[in-house]
Structure formats: C-alpha cells, structure tokens
C-alpha cells in the first residue's frame, strides 16, 4: 500500500508549493508540496486496504511513513490512524504514540496525535496511561510536557481541572515556547465554559507572558 502512496503523492505534488510550505515549518522538514485536502482525497481511496490490514502492519506502516523524508508521509500515517482509532486500540498502543510523540517532533503531528488519539487511550486505559504519565513528567523531553498539558483538549466540561492545574504548575517554569503555549492553549479551551476556574488559576499560579495572553484571549475579549 505504501508504494502506491507514495506514488501518487508523487503524481499530484506541487513543487511550487512545497518551499511555502517547509518555511512554514521552519524548513525543519522536505515537503512534496501537497496540501491537505488533497492528501486526505487520497487517503480516502486507500482506507479501504488500510482497514483490513493487522495491527501488526498497521504499525509496520506508520512506521515506515514516519521514517520517509517527505513531511507528507507524516500527515498519511497520521490521516490513517486518526481514521478509526477509536475502533482499534490496544493497551500495547501507547508505546507507539509516544514514539510517534517523540520522533520528529513539531507542532504539527504532535498537537493532531495528542488532542484525539492519545486523549482517547487516557480514557480507554485510564490506569495505564497515569503510569505512562509520570515518566512523561519525569522527562526532558519538553514535547511530553506538551502532550500532558494538552491531551484533554476534547474533553470539553469532562477534563479533569485537578490533573490540568497539577501539569500546569508542574510545567509553568519551562519558558519554552511550545510549553508556555500549551499551557494557554489548555486553559483557554477551559474557558470556553469555566472561565471563573480559568481565572482562578492565571492568578493562582501566576501565569504570565504568552501563557497568560492565551489563557485568557476569550475571558477578556470584551
């Protein structure tokens, strides 16, 4: 199935577009130059092949997207894993997110991974994930920080404050960009409907800077 993929990424790519769209990413990666919509039409006409494959291959060929060098092969293994993951997920499956996690890491897979498929394996294995979690807290690896600080973006007035306030704090001292703009990302969402919480903790734990500026972009719109 791969080569077929990669065959007609190939036939459709835009190598005027592809420049525009590695300066988007910081030129940290090679694009083709294949936007989304036409990936994911794409994709579609293989989702059928992709269903019927063993979760064995199905993580055979997501790694092996993973390991090309064109960034769209990235955006494919994502387009099909979030296709129906929720139907199919193992306990044995978080260590392939945190590969997918940690492996060319940028915003752009990461945020897409985390906010629905790891979101939903914290519900679906609710113990597994905590202990996964801690060692996730425990690492440098400031896009593990990230990850905690934002895989309950979906779950709306279910998000559990307590744990997002304790990754917040946890968290908050790291000035690293993609960190100080999760934690704005994460309360922001909250806001949306317990905007008293959301103020609550910008003043309790001091958030400042751009933590702040996103935490409370829907608070004080007015």
């Given at each position: 199935?791969?080569?077929?993929?990669?065959?007609?990424?190939?036939?459709?790519?835009?190598?005027?577009?592809?420049?525009?769209?590695?300066?988007?990413?910081?030129?940290?990666?090679?694009?083709?130059?294949?936007s989304a919509v036409p990936r994911k039409v794409l994709f579609a006409g293989f989702k059928k092949d992709w269903q019927q494959l063993s979760e064995k291959d199905r993580w055979n060929f997501i790694y092996e997207c993973w390991q090309h060098e064109a960034r769209e092969l990235q955006y494919i293994a994502l387009d099909a894993l979030l296709s129906d993951y929720k139907k199919r997920f193992a306990v044995s499956d978080l260590a392939h997110l945190e590969y997918l996690i940690t492996q060319k890491s940028w915003w752009d897979t990461i945020d897409l991974?985390?906010?629905?498929?790891?979101?939903?394996?914290?519900?679906?294995?609710?113990?597994?994930?905590?202990?996964?979690?801690?060692?996730?807290?425990?690492?440098?690896?400031?896009w593990l920080h990230r990850s905690l600080l934002i895989y309950q973006l979906k779950y709306?007035?279910?998000?559990?404050?307590?744990?997002?306030?304790?990754?917040?704090?946890?968290?908050?001292?790291?000035?690293?960009?993609?960190v100080q703009k999760a934690i704005g990302w994460s309360l922001r969402e909250v806001s949306k409907w317990n905007p008293s919480w959301v103020l609550k903790v910008v003043e309790t734990e001091n958030i400042q800077g751009l933590a702040k500026r996103e935490a409370l972009k829907y608070v004080l719109k007015d």
């Open positions: 199935m791969l080569p077929q993929i990669i065959s007609e990424l190939e036939r459709i790519k835009d190598t005027e577009r592809a420049p525009a769209m590695e300066a988007y990413m910081k030129n940290r990666y090679v694009f083709l130059g294949v991974l985390v906010s629905h498929a790891v979101g939903h394996y914290a519900r679906q294995f609710p113990d597994i994930f905590c202990a996964k979690a801690k060692e996730w807290e425990e690492s440098t690896n400031f709306k007035q279910q998000t559990d404050l307590e744990k997002l306030q304790y990754y917040i704090h946890q968290f908050k001292w790291n000035k690293e960009f993609f």
